[in-house]
Every structure is written in C-alpha cells, then in structure tokens.
C-alpha cells in the first residue's frame, strides 16, 4: 500500500516569491494535516480537514497561507508571498479518522526561502 | 501556557543497553500520548499510543508508561540497537486539546556498536 505522497521534495526560492505544495493522503483517510517542522523541533500543525472540510486551521498564518482539500482527497498547501522565516519543513500528515488514531506522514517539502 | 518537554541533548547509549526518554507536560490534561520516531529526511513512524486510563503498553522492545499525577510518560527501548539511532517525538492529544496533537521537540537517541 502507498503511504503519504508529497511533492516537491525540495524546493528552493526567493523572499516574496509564491510557493505551493501537494499532497497524497493514503487511500480511505479521511483526515489530512499540514504540518510545519523547524529543525530541532517537533511538527507543528497548520491545518486540519476532515474530508474537505477545514475545521482546525487556528495556528495558519492566514494573511500568507492558505489551503484546500478538493474532493476531500488531495491537497495544497500554498504561500504567498513566502518569507524568510518560512523555511522548514512542510508535513503532510493522514488518519483513518481525528481523535487517537495514529497519523501517517509523508516524507515532507524542505522549503527554503533566500 | 500548554508545554511539552523532552531531553534536547541526545542521548549516547551502548548497544544492548536500555535507554530511557521522559517527556514532561505542564498545564495540560491529554487523553492520550503517542510516540514517534523520526529518522533525518523522513517524517515521523508512529510506534506507540497509550491512553490516560493505562499505566503502561509494551510493543516488542518498546515500554512506554504514563502518569498523569506527575504530567509525565517514559518511553523504553530495551535491548537497543544500532537501528534503534533516530529522534524520538512525544505528542500529546484530546477533546480538551482542541482533538490535535502537540509534538515534543524530540530526544535524539544514538546507539553505539
């Protein structure tokens, strides 16, 4: 079975410049988190949908960041403009429900704005 | 306000040896607690949930126990391996949390041949 799916792996760019990232979740999830991860930190959640619906998106910077699930299955993640405290780490996270369940990440988007 | 405290100096232990990792809370009442590991360049692997009703889960070589009187969870890895090397992430989750996890900063565990 495929696990969690992020694409780019890497992505380099300039201050004030726009980036997006894309996520798979594992098939029948109906949960996705997006997830920030400084190094020397544990993930920080941006983002909670519950099938294509957003209900927890309290700590996204919402005057840069903005998200969506389409379908309830895929999802974006995108900044704009992105600035230099933006690099990190970008998870992608999916769990058959919220609540206990353990959460399958993917391998994450290395982000690094110059 | 709601901390998570893990070890953040890594943790040097000889092969076969148990190592032991603490992850502290304050101002917190979780319903449960889960551990991850996390290897460089990868997300984390859960290995382990434990509830706030249990005392302790074991997994093959893993223990982790929980108490709620002292807001602390030890995670055990018995008999450790080289493999075993990576950081390992407590996070903490419940209705009161809000239904998300909160993610220590990691221990840092190396194991020496």
């Known amino acids: 079975e495929a696990g969690v799916v992020q694409s780019p792996r890497y992505k380099i760019i300039e201050k004030k410049q726009p980036v997006a990232f894309w996520c798979n979740p594992i098939?029948?999830?109906?949960?996705l988190y997006w997830y920030r991860q400084n190094l020397g930190q544990g993930p920080e959640l941006l983002i909670r949908?519950?099938?294509?619906?957003?209900?927890?998106d309290s700590q996204l910077p919402k005057d840069r960041f903005s998200a969506e699930r389409l379908k309830g299955v895929d999802s974006t993640l995108k900044i704009q403009p992105a600035e230099l405290g933006d690099s990190a780490v970008y998870l992608c996270a999916s769990s058959l429900d919220a609540g206990d369940n353990e959460q399958f990440f993917g391998p994450g988007t290395r982000l690094t704005v110059l | 306000s709601q901390k998570i405290e893990q070890n953040s100096e890594a943790l040097n232990i000889q092969e076969g040896k148990t190592a032991t990792l603490t992850c502290n809370y304050t101002n917190y009442s979780p319903a449960y607690l889960q551990w991850y590991r996390q290897d460089p360049g990868r997300g984390p692997v859960f290995l382990l949930l434990i509830r706030e009703n249990e005392k302790e889960k074991r997994k093959e070589r893993l223990k982790v126990t929980f108490d709620t009187t002292l807001k602390q969870s030890l995670f055990h890895i018995t008999a450790s391996q080289p493999a075993d090397s990576a950081t390992y992430l407590c996070?903490?989750?419940?209705?009161?949390?809000?239904?998300?996890?909160?993610f220590g900063g990691g221990t840092r565990v190396l194991v020496k041949p």
């Open positions: 098939s029948g999830h109906n949960t």
């Open positions: 949908y519950e099938n294509e619906e957003a209900v927890d």
């Open positions: 996070a903490l989750g419940g209705i009161a949390a809000g239904n998300k996890l909160t």
